[in-house]
C-alpha cells in the first residue's frame, strides 16, 4: 500500500517584486492557512516519508509553514525541490510520482500547483470518499489537500484511476467542521 498527499500551495501575493511568477510569496492568510493545514496534519497520522517541493517560492514556503506546524507531532521526513513540479501537467506530475521508487518512501507527499495539481488529483481518483470527490471535482483551492491510497507495492505502479481518494481537506472545509 503507498498513500499520496497532493497538497497545494498556500494563497499568494498577486505579483512578485520581481515580476517572475515562480517568486511570489505568500500572503497573510496564505500564511495562516498553510499553518493550518500544516497542524491538521500534525494531528492526523501516517505522515509523509518523503515531500517533493516545487521551487516556486510560495511552494516552499508553504511547507516549511505547515512543517513548523506539525514538527513536534511527526517525525522529520526527507524532503526535496524538484524542479519539474513548477508549471508540470498531471503526466509529469504521475512520472514524478513513479521515480519515488528510488528513495521507496511508504508515503509520499508534492507540495505543487493548479491546474496540474487539480487534474492529476482528478485523473487518479478511481474511488473513495463520495463527498470529497464531490467536492474535489470543483478545484482543489489554495492550502487544499487530497490524500489517495494505492493498493500497490511500488510508486512506478500507481496510474490514472487507480487512487483511492481518503479525504480531501482544506482550510475553509476545517473552519466549517469546527462551526458545526
Same mark, same amino acid.
Do not use: C
Given at each position: 500500500?503507498r498513500?499520496? =498527499?497532493?497538497?497545494r +500551495? &498556500?494563497? @499568494?501575493e +498577486? ?10 510569496r505568500?500572503?497573510?492568510?496564505? !500564511?495562516?492557512? %498553510? &499553518?493550518? $493545514?500544516? %497542524?491538521?496534519?500534525?494531528r +492526523?497520522?501516517?505522515f ?12 516552499h514556503?508553504?511547507?516549511? $509553514? ?10 522529520e *521526513? ?6 519539474e ?10 512520472? @514524478? ?11 509520499? =507527499? ?9 487534474e492529476l488529483?482528478?485523473?487518479? @481518483?478511481?474511488?473513495?470518499?463520495? %463527498? ?8 482543489? *483551492?489554495?492550502?487544499?489537500? &487530497?490524500v489517495f491510497?494505492f493498493?500497490?507495492?511500488?510508486w %512506478?505502479?500507481?496510474?490514472? !484511476?487507480?487512487?483511492?481518494l481518503?479525504l480531501?481537506? @482544506? *482550510?475553509?472545509?476545517?473552519?466549517? &467542521?469546527?462551526?458545526?
Amino acid at each position: 500500500m503507498r498513500r499520496l =498527499m497532493l497538497l497545494r +500551495h &498556500a494563497k @499568494t501575493e +498577486h505579483d512578485a517584486p520581481s515580476g517572475r511568477d515562480q517568486d511570489r510569496r505568500l500572503d497573510k492568510r496564505g !500564511r495562516g492557512d %498553510a &499553518a493550518e $493545514i500544516g %497542524a491538521w496534519i500534525g494531528r +492526523h497520522p501516517p505522515f509523509p516519508d518523503s515531500v517533493l517541493v516545487s521551487p516556486a517560492i510560495r511552494a516552499h514556503q508553504t511547507w516549511e $509553514i505547515a512543517w513548523d506546524a506539525m514538527k513536534d507531532r511527526v517525525p522529520e *521526513p526527507q524532503v526535496e525541490l524538484i524542479p519539474e513540479l513548477y508549471g508540470a501537467g498531471p503526466s509529469q506530475l504521475l512520472q @514524478t510520482i513513479r521515480e519515488a521508487s528510488a528513495a521507496d518512501p511508504q508515503r509520499l =507527499m508534492l507540495v505543487g500547483h493548479n491546474p496540474g495539481m487539480h487534474e492529476l488529483a482528478l485523473a487518479l @481518483t478511481g474511488s473513495g470518499d463520495a %463527498a470529497g470527490r464531490r467536492a474535489l471535482a470543483d478545484n482543489l *483551492p489554495t492550502s487544499g489537500l &487530497a490524500v489517495f491510497d494505492f493498493a500497490v507495492d511500488d510508486w %512506478a505502479d500507481v496510474a490514472f !484511476r487507480r487512487g483511492r481518494l481518503l479525504l480531501f481537506v @482544506t *482550510p475553509k472545509l476545517l473552519k466549517q &467542521a469546527s462551526d458545526d
